[in-house]
């Protein structure tokens, strides 16, 4: 607040939706230079046991016995009719032991499947309120990072380590959020404070709100809670396959695969044919103008100048839409899909 | 916050200048800063028929899309093109390069159902004081 942050509640939670400078600019720091972002609503467990053993490696769709200590997984954790409980990211700290981190706003719900579905003596622990998390992101982020912890300067892309900064010894993993080069820094609660200003006080680093991330996350199509995902979208309509290892048992497998089979709503990307954005309620139409599906996530894209916007094509509708129109009751647009993502020119794997 | 007193408001923060019957109407600084980076100005078409209070255009900020009531009836006679290259001109400049549509004021009488400065001033610190969100938002 001090910055003269636009605060909006988010879950319990007053967030950062934009500093003063405005959402442009802080696209433009992301893109170009380097963000950071206060993201301690995440939510985080903390696991011990065989990952087959102790029944993680049946909650998520990702394998996870081979996964190498020091590397992070996307994966999801799906119900019994193969929708989406939550999207997360499973750190391997040990040979038998596991971070997974999840949405804030599932943190409960999740604890709660966990729980239920782990061994009987697994041990578990919801640790979510303990722990703060930074997001440090853009193609200047290792630099930046590197003046404050010398060893990021090695990690590849979706691995971690435990590095001491400014005198905790913590998770900073390179991971994110934006398509661009970046870290996450798990931090002590309460503690965050002397980390956000040692690395705001680096003049390439830009403090961001919330309110950029998403126009960011957008802009590279990564999924949403809620939006791209729900516990009535399975993470195959979501476009997200490469995510899920049929070759494994997981939950909600068979009915996943049931659905694949039958065929289900469709996910289609698509940029606006002008500076007018797609907005999560807007409606799909066919060229013909007939209403074949719905917007769940839409922004104007700074790096496309356009607008761009993720939706679901529903199931009676088949062939491929290439010219759609989104809208509602007082607008009609015309948009043309297109290939994920967006904005393909990021520095992610930098 | 910037408020040009001989200009005419509404409680949904848009401005009206007249002179010699026409009406020039823009939104306001509080308008402006509270939609944050303008994206996209949906202008209306020129000749179109407006009645008070009743949706003049909408516009876009990257997060979100906003009606724009006129703030008297009448009928539009010049749109300011610039705002389709260049949106940001509202941001930078909400109340005078930034206007967005002229009007020719069918009835002079309805700016009695206006705001003047003064009093649009007072209105924006009750809502500070409420800590109402803005209705355009």
């Not at chain 1, 967030?15 to 442009?24: A, H, K, S, T």
């Not at chain 1, 696991?47 to 394998?63: H, K, S």
């Not at chain 2, 009206?16 to 939104?27: Q, R, S």
Request: charged share 25%; glycine share 10%.
């Amino acid at each position: 607040m001090a910055l003269g942050a636009k605060m909006v509640p988010f879950g319990g939670w007053e967030m950062p939706l934009q500093y003063p400078d405005g959402i442009l600019k802080e696209h433009e720091a992301n893109r170009k230079g380097c963000s950071v972002f206060d993201c301690s609503h995440m939510g985080e467990f903390l696991i011990e046991g065989d990952a087959v053993a102790c029944g993680l490696e049946r909650i998520v769709t990702q394998p996870l016995a081979d996964q190498p200590v020091g590397t992070c997984r996307y994966g999801m954790a799906l119900n019994a009719s193969g929708g989406t409980i939550d999207d997360l990211i499973v750190y391997r700290l040990a040979p038998e032991k596991w971070m997974v981190v999840v949405n804030a706003a599932n943190i409960a719900k999740d604890a709660a499947h966990f729980r239920a579905h782990l061994a009987s003596g697994t041990r578990f622990e919801d640790v979510s309120d303990e722990t703060a998390k930074i997001d440090v992101q853009g193609p200047l982020s290792r630099d930046v990072m590197a003046a404050l912890v010398p060893g990021v300067r090695d990690l590849a892309y979706y691995t971690f380590g435990i590095f001491r900064v400014l005198g905790e010894d913590v998770i900073v993993s390179r991971t994110g959020y934006t398509g661009e080069l970046g870290y996450e820094i798990y931090y002590p609660w309460g503690r965050t404070g002397k980390l956000w200003d040692a690395l705001c006080a680096d003049r390439r680093v830009h403090p961001t709100g919330l309110g950029v991330r998403d126009v960011l996350r957008i802009e590279v199509c990564y999924p949403l809670y809620g939006h791209e995902l729900s516990e009535e979208i399975s993470p195959l309509e979501a476009g997200l396959g490469r995510f899920v290892d049929t070759g494994k048992d997981f939950m909600g497998r068979a009915e996943l695969l049931r659905r694949d089979r039958e065929g289900g709503r469709r996910i289609i990307h698509f940029v606006s044919a002008s500076r007018r954005a797609p907005r999560q309620g807007h409606a799909i139409f066919s060229a013909e103008g007939v209403v074949a599906g719905d917007v769940v996530s839409g922004t104007f894209s700074p790096a496309l100048g356009a607008g761009v916007g993720i939706g679901f094509i529903k199931k009676e509708f088949t062939g491929a839409y290439k010219n759609i129109i989104f809208g509602d009751e007082k607008m009609r647009v015309d948009a043309q899909a297109a290939s994920r993502p967006f904005y393909k020119t990021g520095s992610l794997r930098a | 916050m910037d408020i040009v007193e001989h200009y005419l408001y509404t409680k949904e923060h848009e401005w009206i200048n007249i002179e010699d019957g026409v009406g020039t109407v823009g939104i306001t600084e509080y308008a402006q800063s509270a939609l944050g980076d303008i994206t996209f100005v949906d202008l209306p078409h020129a000749e179109a028929e407006v009645e008070q209070f009743e949706q003049l255009t909408s516009v876009e900020s990257v997060k979100s899309a906003s009606d724009i009531f006129s703030p008297m009836s009448g009928r539009i006679i010049d749109v300011n093109d610039k705002l389709s290259d260049d949106p940001g001109l509202i941001n930078r400049s909400c109340c005078d390069k930034g206007w967005i549509a002229r009007i020719e004021i069918s009835d002079m009488d309805e700016s009695s159902n206006l705001l003047t400065a003064a009093e649009y001033g007072s209105y924006l610190e009750s809502l500070d004081r409420n800590g109402d969100a803005d209705s355009d938002e």
